[in-house]
C-alpha cells in the first residue's frame, strides 16, 4: 500500500537555458515509498528535471521541497538524496570499500558506523567478495551495484537514478531490473528513476510519468497509462509495437454512429457528444484474426517471435498507413496474403483528432 507522506514535491518548476524553455510547470508529488519513474524520448526534459531535483541544475521558476523541506535552493549535498548515473562515476584509484565509504568519510562518519553500512549495502547488493577490487576488475554489472550500493550507505531520503542501465547488455538489463525492484521494496525509500526506456517504467514504476517537450503528459500507473492513455502521445509512446491510430469522420450509418475512414467503418459506443474528427487507437495485441471484421489487412511483412508473429501491412482500400497486428504462433504463411482483422471493442480507445485528447466514449 503506496504511502500518503510526500517524500518529494515539485510546485511550478521550469527550466530556461537562456529564451529556451525546457521544463515547464511541473506539478508532481511524490510519496516516501513510491518508485516514479520519468519517461521520455531524448531531449523532453527528463534528465533535466531529475538534475534540479539534485541540485546540480539552477530552478528557473518555482519550487521543489524534500521531506516537507524547501530545498529549491540548497546546494546538493543539503538535500538528503543519493544519485546513481549512468556511468557510474566510480573512483579507478579506489576499490570497491572505498569507492562506497567516500562520501561518508568526507562527512567524519566513525569508522565503526562505515564499517555497518558499506557491509550491510555490500550484502544486500552480493557484492561483499568484491569490496578489495578496483573497478577495473569488475564487470559492467557489478560496477552498477557499487554505484548503487555507494548511494545506499548514505541512507538518504530519496534516490535518483538517472538512466542507470543503459550501458549494459539486454540480458543484464533484465536482471537489474529484478534486483532494484526487490532492491526498492527492502528499502521502501522515495525513488526517482529516469529512463527512455519503456520496459524498465512498465516493470519498476509505481507510477509513471510520460514527459514530453519539458511537459508532463499522464501521470499514472503502468496500467493506466498503458490501458487508459492521455492523449495521442501517450497511446503512441507507450506500447511496442506502437498503437495503430487511424484517423476518421463520424458519420450516422442505419441508425448507428460510426468512425469511417480509408479502409475501415468502426461502431462507436453510444455518446452524445462526439467530436466530428476523431481518431482511433488500437493495439496490435487487440486485433484478432477473423473470417468477419472491420479490417483486412495486406501483409506485407511477418516478424515470428517464437510464440507469436508480428503482421505489418495496408489496409485494403485504405492509405498508406500501416498497421501492426500480434497473433499467436508462426504465421509466416499469411505473407502477401490479405487476412480479416477483427478489433476487441473492450481495448479500442478513442480520441479527438483536433484535440489530441481521449475521449470518454
Not at 123 to 146: A, C, Y
Not at 216 to 226: D, M
Not at 272 to 293: C, Y
Amino acid at each position: 500500500m503506496t504511502s500518503t507522506v510526500t517524500g518529494l514535491q515539485l510546485q511550478g518548476v521550469g527550466k530556461r537555458f537562456g529564451d529556451v524553455r525546457v521544463v515547464q510547470e511541473l506539478d508532481l508529488t511524490v510519496y516516501q515509498d513510491e518508485f516514479v519513474v520519468l519517461l521520455g524520448e531524448s531531449g523532453c526534459g527528463k534528465s533535466t528535471t531529475l538534475r534540479m531535483i539534485a541540485g546540480l541544475e539552477e530552478v528557473s521558476e518555482g519550487r521543489i521541497f524534500i521531506n516537507g523541506k524547501d530545498v529549491t535552493l540548497a546546494p546538493p549535498k543539503a538535500r538528503d538524496i543519493a544519485m546513481v548515473f549512468q556511468n557510474y562515476a566510480l573512483y579507478p584509484h579506489m576499490d570497491v570499500a572505498q569507492n562506497m565509504s567516500f562520501a561518508l568519510d568526507l562527512a567524519g562518519t566513525s569508522k565503526t558506523e562505515i564499517e555497518r553500512r558499506v557491509g550491510d549495502a555490500a550484502r544486500i547488493l552480493n557484492i561483499t567478495h568484491l569490496l578489495q577490487r578496483k573497478p577495473k576488475e569488475l564487470s559492467g554489472g557489478q560496477r552498477q551495484r557499487v554505484a548503487i550500493g555507494r548511494s545506499i550507505v548514505r541512507e538518504p531520503a530519496v534516490f535518483l537514478f538517472d538512466e542507470p542501465l543503459s550501458n549494459l547488455d539486454a540480458k543484464l538489463r533484465g536482471h537489474m531490473r529484478t534486483e532494484l525492484a526487490l532492491l526498492h521494496e527492502r528499502l521502501g525509500k522515495t525513488t526517482v528513476y529516469v529512463t527512455h526506456d519503456q520496459v524498465e517504467a512498465m516493470t519498476l514504476a509505481s507510477r509513471i510519468v510520460i514527459f514530453d517537450k519539458g511537459r508532463i503528459q499522464q501521470v499514472g500507473t503502468p496500467s493506466e497509462v498503458f490501458n487508459q492513455p492521455a492523449n495521442l502521445f501517450v497511446a503512441a509512446f507507450i506500447g511496442m509495437p506502437s498503437m495503430n491510430l487511424l484517423e476518421g469522420t463520424v458519420q450516422t450509418q442505419a441508425g448507428k454512429a460510426v468512425l469511417k475512414g480509408a479502409g475501415f467503418a468502426l461502431p462507436l459506443p453510444n455518446s452524445t457528444k462526439l467530436p466530428a474528427q476523431m481518431v482511433v487507437g488500437i493495439r496490435p495485441q487487440s486485433l484478432r484474426l477473423a473470417e468477419r471484421g472491420s479490417l483486412q489487412l495486406q501483409v506485407d511483412f511477418v516478424e515470428y517471435l517464437g510464440t507469436e508473429s508480428v503482421l505489418v501491412g495496408k489496409l485494403v482500400g485504405g492509405t498508406d498507413t500501416r498497421i501492426t497486428a500480434v497473433v499467436p504462433g508462426h504465421r509466416t504463411d499469411l505473407l502477401r496474403r490479405t487476412v480479416v482483422l477483427d478489433a476487441d471493442t473492450a481495448a479500442v480507445h478513442w480520441f479527438d483528432k483536433t484535440t489530441g485528447r481521449r475521449v470518454g466514449v
